[in-house]
């Protein structure tokens, strides 16, 4: 098994909230870190918080296009060889829509983003791990991959999170044989900038807070902790999992 300290791991969408944490989290597991994003100057904020420029790389590239996405893997090998874990972090979420006032441009940019960026980010990197007889793939998906929210209208979203969720179990299943491990995430309400002003209000996060059997909406650093997890060895047995990470809510439905 390729030793700790010596793991390549990509990490997609890392300049947001829990992509910049599941880099530092790999990071300080010992990996050698790609960021990858459409906004450089969010993914430079994230590097320059680890602070290791010889083992952090940065690219700025749109999962959804081909070309960016060879083009962050031909940059990857050249700075560091190889490829052993690919985190699909990034995701698009909408606004609650009720689906019949959803859009074309609306649940293309979901589709796009959820579904076929993290088809593109898979397809590129499994040549190489099946070369590498070994590898490790990590999608973050949602608890509305599995569950609707009553009064929460985001069926084309929870659409594309479902998808994932079985695309998940499928890639396990196919590539297996290689020594390819894949499994997801499956957050809840995470803390970031998209809440972030319902906490403002105390009522409000009371509300929601009291919503989770943990009592408190989850942080970043909950979803890079299992996606840790998922890329050492202890879960060397584990592939074709959906893990909820959602302060118990899943289990109140």
């Known amino acids: 098994m390729v030793s700790a300290k010596d793991?390549?791991?990509?990490?997609?969408?890392?300049?947001?909230?829990?992509?910049?944490?599941?880099?530092?989290?790999?990071?300080?597991?010992?990996?050698?870190?790609?960021?990858?994003?459409?906004?450089?100057?969010?993914?430079?904020?994230?590097?320059?918080?680890?602070?290791?420029?010889?083992?952090?790389?940065?690219?700025?590239?749109?999962?959804?296009?081909e070309a960016e996405v060879l083009s962050a893997l031909d940059q990857t090998l050249?700075?560091?060889?190889?490829?052993?874990?690919?985190v699909n972090n990034a995701g698009s979420i909408n606004d609650p829509t009720p689906f019949h006032e959803t859009n074309d441009d609306?649940?293309?940019?979901?589709?796009?983003?959820?579904?076929?960026?993290?088809?593109?980010?898979?397809?590129?990197?499994?040549?190489i791990m099946i070369n590498n007889k070994s590898g490790n793939i990590v999608n973050i998906s949602s608890v509305l991959g599995m569950r609707a929210i009553p009064g929460v209208p985001l069926s084309v979203y929870g659409a594309t999170k479902g998808a994932v969720i079985t695309f998940t179990k499928s890639i396990a299943i196919e590539y297996g044989q290689y020594g390819i491990r894949c499994n997801c995430v499956c957050p809840s309400t995470i803390r970031s900038s998209l809440i972030e002003p319902y906490l403002q209000d105390e009522n409000a996060k009371r509300?929601?807070?009291?919503?989770?059997?943990?009592?408190r909406i989850g942080e970043?650093?909950?979803?890079?902790?299992?996606?840790?997890?998922?890329?050492?060895a202890d879960a060397s047995w584990v592939t074709g999992t959906a893990m909820m990470v959602d302060g118990g809510i899943s289990a109140t439905q």
């Open 7 to 65: 793991r390549v791991a990509i990490i997609t969408g890392a300049g947001g909230g829990v992509g910049s944490a599941i880099a530092k989290r790999l990071y300080a597991d010992g990996c050698k870190v790609v960021l990858v994003g459409r906004n450089l100057k969010k993914l430079t904020k994230t590097a320059t918080e680890i602070g290791n420029k010889k083992n952090v790389l940065t690219v700025s590239a749109d999962i959804t296009k």
């Open 207 to 215: 509300v929601l807070e009291s919503s989770f059997p943990l009592r």
């Open 220 to 232: 970043p650093e909950d979803i890079s902790s299992a996606v840790s997890y998922l890329c050492s």
């Open 78 to 86: 050249s700075s560091f060889d190889k490829i052993d874990i690919l």
């Open 106 to 127: 609306q649940w293309n940019e979901l589709i796009n983003t959820n579904i076929v960026g993290t088809f593109r980010m898979t397809k590129a990197v499994v040549p």
